[in-house]
């Protein structure tokens, strides 16, 4: 799964960075309704 930062995530990204996650982890990421 594909996604674009809304903030900076330790260990993945920074603002406006797209990367690949699994989904699980995806519905972890701060910003995310899930």
Same mark, same amino acid.
């Given at each position: 799964? *594909? =996604?674009? %930062? %809304? #903030? &900076? =995530?330790?260990? %993945?990204?920074? %603002? /406006? #960075? *797209? =990367?690949? =996650?699994k989904a699980g982890y995806?519905? &972890?990421?701060?910003?995310?309704? /899930?």
């Open positions: 799964m *594909q =996604v674009i %930062l %809304l #903030d &900076k =995530v330790a260990n %993945l990204g920074s %603002l /406006g #960075d *797209q =990367v690949n =996650v995806a519905r &972890k990421l701060p910003g995310t309704a /899930g």
